[in-house]
């Protein structure tokens, strides 16, 4: 398949939508537990604040160069952590039994997985040079066979969304999503360009921190339930 | 006792209810209100509940709370616009300025809406809390916009795609 790159506005109008989706799928299945709209708007303030400031932030980290908040880039890992911090700080707040953690948690695969089409369409984020079956080429960028990874991760993702889903009144299913999300990113990274020229790239160092962390919280979270 | 909204079982001394966040201090005050103004005035039961609400509500705040609410709420306002401001001058004046402090002032906006919050929550009838509410609603609902516009015109400020994402 031969990809004219389409750069604006369909990159927004998408990353945007995803984010909203996940919106509605939190929103939705808080208002099934009887949550409070008052409650969740307050949250969904957090949501967005933490998720656009922390993936700015993120992005002056990793990024020097990138030093005003006003025009530093948008990096999506910072908003997942965004997302994440925010649970925990509402949760703080006003506990609510880990129903908003397990719900904003679950919400990330979808919207991480609905982003990766944006991707798809504008060419960025492409994956290794591949000619077999369903390679793309985007001829605005390096304009060779490659594989089409963006695909790959939504599906992937999506499935992971699904399944997590399904299980998801089950016990510990915010530490199977997480840790089966970053595995999943892990291994998929190996299929991306920028892997060419790094042995291991910035995804993979942080999907690991993420597994090695959550691994201790909930081990010695189970231990202490277990005494 | 269970919870008015959703029904879970909730223990003695529960402030909220750990299910759906349904303030439960609040209600026996309410009740206990409406029960004094029903053994003073008969007549009650004739107005609209909405506004004996709202009478009770008002009522419903110490002194101490509402110093507490507006507190919180006045330190907000502050941590969010007095460090918006600082990194806008630092960039103005100087383009290449440190990114350490334009992140560290870039937090004030995050502790300032958690305050927020922890007012509207703990304080919930207090009128200055929904205020503040409101005015983040707008800054938020600016800030999208402002993003959606940022990543329109901008392509390379998409970090994400530059190999991060």
């Known amino acids: 398949m031969i990809i004219h ?25 808080l208002k099934k537990n009887h949550y409070q709209d008052k409650n969740i708007l307050l949250y969904f303030l957090m949501y967005v604040a933490f998720s656009i400031i922390i993936g700015k932030i993120y992005t002056m980290i990793t990024s020097p160069e990138q030093n005003n908040i006003i025009t530093a880039g948008l990096s999506s890992y910072g908003g997942l952590i965004g997302v994440i911090l925010s649970a925990f700080i509402f949760e703080k707040i006003l ?82 999503t997480i840790i089966s999300s970053a595995s999943i990113k892990f291994l998929l990274d190996y299929l991306r360009y920028d892997h060419l020229e790094k042995m291991i790239t910035n995804n993979q160092i942080f999907s690991i921190i993420i597994i090695i962390i959550v691994g201790v919280v909930f081990s010695f979270h189970n231990l202490k339930n277990h005494i | 006792m269970f919870c008015r909204n959703c029904g879970e079982k909730l223990e003695d001394g529960d402030r909220f209810c750990i299910k759906c966040g349904t303030p439960i201090v609040q209600q026996h005050e309410i009740g206990n209100i409406i029960q004094e103004e029903n053994n003073s005035n008969n007549q009650l039961n004739q107005l609209n509940p909405t506004v004996v609400n709202n009478k009770v509500i008002d009522n419903n705040m110490s002194e101490e709370d509402k110093k507490n609410a507006n507190m919180l709420c006045i330190i907000s306002l502050i941590l969010t616009y007095g460090s918006g401001i600082f990194p806008i001058f630092s960039v103005l004046e100087n383009p290449d300025s440190n990114n350490i402090f334009s992140i560290l002032c870039s937090m004030g906006p995050l502790i300032g809406l958690v305050l927020m919050i922890i007012a509207r929550i703990k304080y919930p009838n207090s009128k200055f809390a929904k205020v503040v509410m409101w005015i983040y609603i707008i800054n938020i609902i600016i800030m999208m916009i402002g993003l959606l516009l940022l990543i329109i015109t901008c392509y390379a400020a998409i970090q994400s795609c530059s190999g991060m994402g």
């Open chain 1, 5 to 29: 790159q389409i750069k604006f506005p369909i990159y927004g109008i998408i990353i945007f939508l995803s984010i909203i989706i996940g919106m509605i799928y939190i929103y939705h299945s």
């Open chain 1, 95 to 176: 506990p609510l039994n880990n129903q908003l953690i397990k719900y904003s948690i679950l919400s990330l695969p979808l919207v991480y997985s609905l982003s990766k089409i944006a991707c798809f369409i504008v060419g960025c984020c492409n994956g290794i040079p591949y000619s077999r079956f369903g390679y793309v080429i985007y001829k605005e960028g390096l304009n060779i066979p490659q594989f089409p990874i963006q695909i790959v991760e939504t599906i992937v993702f999506l499935g992971v969304f699904l399944i997590c889903n399904i299980y998801r009144e089950k016990k510990n299913i915010i530490f199977w």
